[in-house]
């Protein structure tokens, strides 16, 4: 099964706005992400929606950050990229007939439950000001600029 990793992918590109001087257009970001621009702005819609980012037309227009770092939280973008489902697995039937498929099913649906619930607490006490910070620190104990780390 194939992985989403819109989440991971946000926030390269949120943290890369944050580091850059000026907008980044879809295609510089659909450049970075290995896709095309419609994917990209299909994809910022959302976090724009949600006041996470800003889109500016025109010549000298593309995509910011549009808050302060340390005012979106992972559980913000998590959020705004309107994922449906956060875990791939679960079972194939809702209400079988069978008790034993019953039992099985209960089980892990609580347990999908409560480690949902644990994840998007975790989510919410991360920021991308944090995930900043890390960046640079682990550039930094690399011997690199974090100002010239980026694509």
């Known amino acids: 099964m194939r992985q989403d ?3 991971s992918r946000m926030l390269h590109v ?11 257009t879809s295609e510089q970001i659909a450049a970075m992400l290995g896709t095309n621009g419609a994917v990209v702005r ?7 929606d949600a006041g996470l980012v800003r889109a500016e037309k025109g010549h000298h227009g593309g995509w910011t950050v549009g ?6 939280t992972l ?10 489902r956060l875990f791939g697995i679960g079972s194939d039937n809702e209400n079988p007939a069978c008790a034993v498929e019953a039992v099985v099913n209960d089980a892990v649906a609580d347990a999908l439950a409560a ?5 998007m607490a975790r989510f919410s006490q991360v920021t991308l000001a944090q995930l900043a910070a890390e960046f ?9 600029d974090p100002d010239h780390q980026a694509h």
Do not use: V, W
Not at 17 to 22: E, V
Not at 67 to 72: F, G, N, P, V
């Open 5 to 7: 990793s819109k989440l």
């Open 14 to 24: 949120l943290l890369h706005m944050a580091r850059h001087d000026g907008p980044f």
């Open 42 to 48: 299909r994809t910022l819609a959302g976090l724009r």
């Open 67 to 72: 808050r302060d770092l340390s005012e979106i």
């Open 75 to 84: 559980l913000d973008i998590y959020r705004s990229l309107g994922t449906q």
């Open 115 to 119: 480690a949902e619930t644990q994840l």
């Open 136 to 144: 640079d620190a682990k550039c930094l104990a690399g011997g690199r």
